[in-house]
């Protein structure tokens, strides 16, 4: 079976229509990203490349809206926007698309896994009332929509110094692993500073201290945690080092810590349009920090995903930036001499395994 032929499940995209803008916190009049982004530009992206893939299906990630830890009043923004974004998600996973959202009933097929916001660092019992409002929000008790609310994300890369050590937070994952919901785990190494590691590393000790395997929290890390793979001299380097020490540690903290691979084309330079890539090169730059992470992780704990629309920006646009990932991410698995079943591992198995999900 040939890379192209082996189903692929795409483990991390973004999906915001136009009228969802104004509830990013990111979104600004200048942001490349500050259009609408939904299921149909998403099916361009994976359909321009020359030899189109067996896309099995996404599992969709939290889009950082504008939200608050508590369900407050103004000016905080509370759980509105972050809810807002599990009604669409519930919409395109029962296939009902309302007029301008950019899906269609046939795509309910593609959304195999929902991770919406979640405000881990208010705990227990702060998550226990919002994951009750999710469950509302997706229209079903125990409906085909809540099934697919694998697991949460709080993203911590652009938090405060000592969130993820927070007795709420560290309490609020171990109520996760209780309850079976994964946490999607986003550090940025190159912009946020090594310390976000550090800090990682010291959660997760906390978090797994004294658990039993089957009861601990899933944690699956984003984007190799985003390292700066702009260095030179880098198996010397001392921030490569220290990343390869960290991500390691993270890895043997327990067996049920996931590695993304995804999210490099925002760490490299950024690709042009118009003119081929060197594929070969931009492998080999990445190839001493994947080696790290398939070494510590080893396949059957490293799974593809897309990044997809933040990939466009560093990899050329909507036209060819998903289709130039996954030719990197299969040179990559080519130069590791993985095996046929290693292979489809990371382009679909892992993922499944690591949000319990069945299809």
């Known amino acids: ?7 692929i499940v795409d483990s991390h995209i973004h999906l915001f229509p136009a ?7 990111w979104h600004n009049a200048n942001n490349p990203l500050g259009t609408q982004h939904s299921v149909n530009e998403y099916r361009h992206a994976t359909t321009q490349s020359n030899t189109t893939p067996l896309l099995r299906g996404f599992i969709f990630l939290e889009t950082d809206r504008l939200s608050s830890i508590t369900d407050s009043t103004p000016p905080n923004h509370g759980w509105q926007h972050a809810l807002d974004e599990v009604s669409l998600l519930t919409r395109i996973a029962l296939g009902t698309p309302i007029p301008g959202e950019g899906h269609v009933p046939q795509d309910k097929a593609l959304c195999l896994g929902i991770v919406p916001w979640a405000p881990v660092p208010g705990g227990p019992d702060v998550l226990s009332a919002y994951m009750e409002q999710v469950r509302g929000r997706t229209g079903e008790v125990w409906g085909e929509v809540w099934g697919k609310v694998r697991g949460v994300r709080y993203l911590v890369q652009d938090k405060v110094e000592g969130t993820m050590l ?9 109520w996760l692993g209780r309850e079976g919901f ?7 190494a190159r912009s946020g500073g090594l310390g976000q590691l550090r800090e990682a590393v010291e959660m997760m000790g906390l978090v797994y201290r004294g658990l039993e395997e089957e009861k601990a929290v899933t944690i699956v890390i984003n984007h190799l945690c985003k390292p700066n793979l ?4 880098i198996r010397s380097h001392p921030d490569f080092l220290e990343w390869k020490d960290l991500v390691t540690k993270m890895a043997s903290a327990n067996p049920r810590t ?4 995804s999210g490099a084309f925002s760490e490299l330079l950024p690709l042009e349009a118009e003119s081929e890539p060197d ?25 593809f995903g897309s990044d997809w629309p933040v990939c466009n920006v560093g990899g050329g646009g909507n036209d060819v930036a998903w289709g130039r990932w996954r030719r990197v991410v299969e040179e990559i698995l080519e130069r590791r001499g ?22």
């Open 1 to 7: 079976m040939t890379p192209t032929q082996i189903p």
């Open 19 to 25: 009228t969802h803008l104004k509830t990013l916190s």
């Open 166 to 174: 927070g007795d709420g937070f560290v309490e609020g994952l171990k």
């Open 182 to 188: 994964v946490f999607d785990l986003g550090v940025d």
């Open 230 to 233: 702009r260095l030179d001299d």
């Open 258 to 261: 996931y590695m993304k691979l």
């Open 279 to 303: 594929f070969g090169a931009i492998v080999e730059r990445m190839q001493p920090w994947t080696d790290v992470v398939f070494e510590a992780f080893g396949a059957d704990r490293v799974m």
């Open 338 to 359: 993985l095996s046929g079943e290693q292979k489809r591992d990371v382009w679909g198995s892992v993922a499944l395994r690591a949000y319990g999900i069945e299809i």
